[in-house]
């Protein structure tokens, strides 16, 4: 089933109307009632499973969340956090940095300070995402913003292992603070993929073989299904009609694992 909401593009597959979310209503509901109830957790899930869309479709419309789009160093957190207060014109920020210039302008230590001290005066929820084994300065000034600000933090990373979680991975220990976003089962990804080639008007003699293939390749990751449904209009992979389906799925590998790097 297919619901409509209006959700900003997200990622390197989009290319369907910006307004189209599939499925996916309990797994929004859970956001939003977690977030509501200003918990902190982590939200895990393979590559392309819908985490970063999702997420945009549900906070695009609360005014508290801090989001950090690049969570890959304390810099960047720290410089990202401090951009969307200055736009919030939180007023703790105010006094100290006026404009969107002014944070570029200042020197990580100092902004650092102003963020953690705005985020502790104030009542919002960090979202930080895309993070990849975050180090032990990062994970340190999480900690301080959880702890001592009782901010709620929303960290989006590909599984709750060290590997992606770092240094964070003692702070989500518990069952209850993650949230797995898995990729869609068959039926449902058939579904996504029909759905999409019939909204983009994707046609080939061999479409419904394609489909069958491409959703049991990309084991259900909507992200992936949408890139391959992508390929298949590029004249290179078509043949009389038809997909190119091989050369269409080693290409898109290749793209893939290059794309999905953080
Ligand atoms: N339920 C959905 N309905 C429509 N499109 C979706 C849905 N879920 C995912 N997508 C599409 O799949 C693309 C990939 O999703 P997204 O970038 O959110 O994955 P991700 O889990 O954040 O991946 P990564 O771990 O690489 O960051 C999105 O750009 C979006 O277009
Ligand atoms: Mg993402």
Same mark, same amino acid.
């Given at each position: 089933?297919?619901?409509?909401? $209006? *959700? =900003?593009?997200?990622?390197?597959?989009?290319?369907?109307?910006?307004?189209?979310?599939?499925?996916?209503?309990?797994?929004?509901?859970?956001?939003?009632?977690? !977030?509501? &109830?200003?918990?902190?957790?982590?939200?895990?899930? =393979?590559?392309?499973?819908?985490?970063?869309?999702?997420?945009?479709?549900?906070?695009?419309?609360?005014?508290?969340?801090?989001? *950090?789009? $690049? &969570?890959?160093?304390?810099?960047?957190?720290?410089?990202?956090?401090?951009? /969307?207060?200055?736009?919030?014109?939180?007023?703790?920020?105010?006094?100290?940095?006026?404009?969107?210039? %002014?944070?570029?302008? #200042?020197?990580?230590?100092?902004?650092?300070?102003?963020?953690?001290?705005?985020?502790? /005066?104030?009542?919002?929820?960090?979202?930080?995402?895309?993070? $990849?084994? =975050?180090? &032990? &300065?990062?994970?340190?000034?999480?900690?301080? !913003?959880?702890?001592?600000?009782?901010?709620?933090?929303?960290?989006?990373?590909?599984? %709750?292992?060290?590997?992606? !979680?770092?240094?964070?991975?003692?702070?989500?220990?518990?069952?209850?603070? /993650?949230?797995?976003?898995?990729?869609?089962?068959?039926?449902?990804?058939?579904?996504?993929?029909?759905?999409?080639?019939?909204?983009?008007?994707?046609?080939?003699?061999? !479409? =419904?073989?394609?489909?069958?293939?491409?959703?049991?390749?990309?084991?259900?990751?909507?992200?992936?299904?949408?890139?391959?449904? $992508?390929?298949?209009?590029?004249?290179?992979?078509?043949?009389?009609?038809?997909? #190119?389906?091989?050369?269409?799925?080693?290409?898109? /590998?290749?793209?893939?694992?290059?794309?999905? %790097?953080?």
């Amino acid at each position: 089933m297919s619901i409509k909401g $209006q *959700c =900003p593009p997200v990622g390197p597959a989009t290319f369907v109307s910006d307004d189209f979310v599939f499925g996916r209503i309990e797994e929004m509901a859970e956001l939003r009632q977690r !977030l509501s &109830a200003r918990e902190s957790f982590v939200l895990h899930g =393979p590559s392309g499973s819908g985490k970063t869309f999702l997420l945009h479709c549900v906070i695009r419309n609360l005014p508290d969340v801090l989001y *950090c789009p $690049q &969570a890959g160093s304390p810099q960047l957190v720290v410089q990202s956090l401090a951009f /969307r207060l200055v736009e919030l014109r939180d007023r703790y920020t105010k006094s100290f940095l006026r404009n969107a210039q %002014a944070v570029k302008m #200042k020197s990580t230590i100092s902004l650092r300070g102003i963020v953690l001290e705005a985020v502790r /005066r104030g009542k919002y929820i960090v979202v930080l995402d895309h993070l $990849q084994g =975050p180090a &032990a &300065a990062l994970s340190s000034d999480t900690r301080d !913003l959880m702890l001592y600000g009782e901010t709620p933090v929303l960290a989006v990373a590909r599984s %709750a292992h060290m590997e992606d !979680l770092g240094f964070l991975t003692p702070m989500f220990s518990l069952r209850g603070e /993650r949230m797995r976003l898995s990729n869609f089962a068959h039926v449902e990804a058939t579904r996504f993929a029909e759905e999409i080639a019939r909204r983009t008007g994707l046609w080939a003699n061999n !479409l =419904p073989e394609f489909i069958e293939r491409i959703v049991s390749l990309s084991q259900g990751s909507p992200g992936a299904i949408l890139k391959m449904l $992508q390929m298949a209009r590029i004249p290179r992979y078509r043949l009389n009609g038809y997909v #190119k389906t091989s050369p269409l799925y080693i290409d898109f /590998r290749l793209g893939w694992h290059a794309q999905n %790097a953080w």
